[in-house]
């Protein structure tokens, strides 16, 4: 007898293995059909085509607006994303003795200034409840809501929808989460996706804590055919080699302060090889005593030239902008 065959096939000769033989055969060939219906009628993986994206090349406006906050938009300014929203209350420029433009001075003045973009979409990107991250959050949106302009939110799932995150503060100040907040109001988790106008944002791992006891999240933002890696705050970690591979970014909006919060200055260099973009601008730093003040961005670009030579660095100061080409 061959080594598969029972006893009881041994007793019913030729003909039981043959039974045994198609039986096995069936299921393989089921197996096989029910393969390949699954992988015909399977969704497209956003991040399988986001690893695998043809670079085409794009253009963006980055305006630093102090601390970890960055205004990114379009030329042309119909799509605008804000990484965080600490504003007119955000205390990043005094140590650079930059007096805060009118556009940021307020929330009316702010509100002001992005209604005279007309913009088609305005995407608020939070990446955790910090106050030098969120401090004008649920106000700014409220005042762009009221507006009547086209804004929308989201962050991590957990923190925008339950009722111990974010879902009452929405409500106290009249802002309704399935409408103010993506996918109806649920945000989006690690390996999730949202969609505002023409952008597109991922949400990624950052080494930090949060308030509301919600994971800290950066993201992957495309806009105007570039493709942006928002650290929010974190620690230099292993899966930025990842986050790299997966979603080959093109420039870095990275946090570089120290102190007792996040990364340095040569730990973000590290990051920004790990991850592989070949732009970058430093942020968090000089908008409290307890992170490096304005010479962490030049520290940034030196250690930036010994671990990624090909690197290209834009030290900003609040307020500034700079036009990136991809």
């Not at 302009?149 to 802002?175: A, C, I, N, Y």
């Not at 999730?192 to 509301?212: D, F, K, Y």
Request: with cysteine; glycine share 14%; hydrophobic share 40%.
């Amino acid at each position: 007898m061959d080594s598969q065959t029972t006893p009881k096939e041994q007793e019913l000769g030729d003909d039981g293995r043959r039974r045994r033989d198609f039986v096995r055969g069936g299921f393989t060939l089921g197996g096989a059909i029910a393969l390949a219906s699954t992988a015909s009628a399977a969704p497209k993986d956003d991040h399988r085509a986001a690893a695998t994206r043809t670079h085409t090349g794009g253009k963006l406006l980055v305006r630093w607006l102090g601390g970890g906050v960055t205004e990114i938009a379009t030329p042309d300014y119909k799509q605008i994303a804000y990484g965080d929203a600490w504003i007119w209350n955000n205390a990043g420029w005094d140590r650079f003795g930059v007096k805060k433009p009118p556009e940021y001075a307020s929330a009316k003045g702010f509100v002001d200034y992005v209604a005279s973009k007309k913009p088609d979409a305005v995407f608020v990107l939070l990446t955790h409840d910090h106050g030098d991250h969120m401090g004008d959050y649920f106000e700014m949106l409220k005042a762009l809501s009221d507006a009547g302009l086209p804004v929308k939110t989201t962050g991590q799932s957990d923190m925008m929808r339950s009722e111990r995150g974010l879902v009452p503060k929405f409500r106290k100040v009249g802002l309704d989460p399935s409408k103010i907040v993506v996918n109806g109001g649920a945000g989006m988790n690690f390996g999730g996706v949202s969609r505002h106008g023409e952008m597109t944002a991922h949400l990624i791992p950052a080494l930090h804590s949060n308030l509301c006891c919600y994971p800290s999240a950066g993201f992957i933002l495309d806009i105007g055919g570039v493709r942006v890696y928002l650290s929010g705050d974190t620690d230099l970690f292993g899966d930025m080699r990842l986050i790299g591979e997966r979603y080959k970014p093109d420039l870095g909006i990275v946090c570089v302060g120290g102190g007792p919060f996040t990364m340095g200055p040569q730990d973000a260099a590290q990051a920004s090889a790990w991850v592989g973009v070949s732009h970058a601008i430093p942020v968090h730093y000089a908008h409290n005593g307890l992170v490096l003040g304005v010479e962490a961005g030049e520290q940034y670009r030196q250690a930036a030239s010994h671990v990624a030579p090909s690197l290209q660095v834009s030290v900003m100061k609040p307020g500034e902008q700079r036009l990136i080409t991809v």
